[in-house]
């Protein structure tokens, strides 16, 4: 039986109100379809009057610390998020039919704070009973593409010229450069390999652990391959290798939805270090974004250096959340989950 205002998915493809919430909801996060969430243990949906889809739960159950607790599901980066089309008064009234699935504690997060979904969820969430813990993690660093583009001195003349001299130095450490584009819609399994292989040369190859790689790990990889499989999510992810000869020697790869290009992974071989061929490639890609119409590049967290001096400033803060029913146990838990910023 199905609780007042909510409906469970666990059959593979059961996929539509996802995709339908994420097609109303904000273009910008136009990517959290359903098989963006690939591998959640279970789904849960939130429904108004006459059946209107409200807000995409996407589940996974983990261990934090003192508790087991369902988290919302997703990749790590651009952000784990609730796709959701509803005002406050509709997903408050919804979400205490969802009290069993949802749990006592939940968390959300990574996330954008001032992300305009995220603030219809939680302020639902917290007329619905849960307090809501926050905990820093950070600060993404963002171009603003429309006005640096606009300004027309970006890059500006002496970075241009840099530019050109790393090419000509990095022909001269092999042959010809040539540079791949793709989107999910025609990337190859060639591709993906050339991927690997940066990583692999790359400082992340020489980690104990082996880093946090997104094509080197398989797990990674077949999860950015299973996303190419649904039709309108695979055109948002984007991509560029930077070859030297027949060596692979720098990628950029994200998602791109609405007017905003997030990045989730750039890398390059350290033996071309000296002449930067991660930033030649990016520069290349900020263009190509530039004359599509992109207004904001979303570039993560950390890395200040490199990303200021080629025009990134501090965005939104990068936070964490934890969804608490029970005043008593928030107060437990409040101490805990903040300080662990």
Excluded at 67 to 92: H, M
Excluded at 229 to 240: N, S
Aim: with cysteine.
């Amino acid at each position: 039986m199905l609780s007042e205002g909510m409906e469970q998915f666990d059959r593979p493809g059961s996929d539509t109100a996802f995709d339908t919430l994420a097609e109303r909801g904000d273009a910008r996060r136009g990517f959290l379809r359903g098989q963006w969430f690939t591998g959640a243990d279970r789904r849960v949906v939130a429904y108004g009057d006459a059946g209107k889809p409200l807000a995409g739960f996407a589940l996974v159950e983990r261990r934090k610390g003192p508790l087991r607790l369902a988290e919302i599901a997703g990749c790590y980066w651009p952000f784990r998020g609730v796709p959701l089309d509803a005002t406050t008064e509709e997903l408050a009234t919804a979400l205490p039919g969802m009290g069993k699935d949802l749990g006592w504690v939940w968390r959300l997060g990574p996330a954008e704070a001032g992300d305009p979904a995220l603030d219809t969820l939680v302020s639902a969430a917290q007329r619905a009973g849960w307090q809501v813990l926050t905990r820093q993690l950070g600060t993404v660093y963002e171009l603003d593409l429309a006005a640096l583009n606009a300004s027309g001195d970006w890059p500006s003349a002496k970075t241009q010229r840099k530019n050109r001299w790393r090419k000509r130095r990095l022909e001269d450490e092999g042959s010809a450069i040539r540079t791949e584009v793709f989107t999910g819609s025609d990337w190859t399994a060639g591709q993906r390999d050339a991927m690997a292989a940066i990583e692999a040369a790359s400082w992340l190859g020489g980690l104990a652990d082996g880093g946090d790689t997104k094509f080197r790990d398989p797990a990674m990889r077949a999860y950015w391959e299973a996303l190419c499989a649904d039709a309108a999510l695979a055109p948002m992810l984007f991509g560029r290798v930077m070859w030297i000869g027949e060596i692979p020697a720098a990628f950029t790869f994200g998602v791109e939805a609405g007017d905003t290009r997030y990045y989730i992974a750039n890398n390059y071989d350290e033996r071309f270090t000296r002449f930067g061929p991660g930033r030649v490639l990016l520069y290349e890609d900020f263009a190509r974004a530039a004359e599509r119409g992109i207004a904001r590049i979303s570039w993560g967290l950390g890395d200040a250096g490199y990303k200021g001096e080629m025009g990134a400033v501090p965005g939104p803060a990068m936070v964490d959340l934890l969804f608490v029913r029970r005043g008593l146990l928030a107060t437990l838990l409040r101490r805990w989950w903040e300080r662990k910023a």
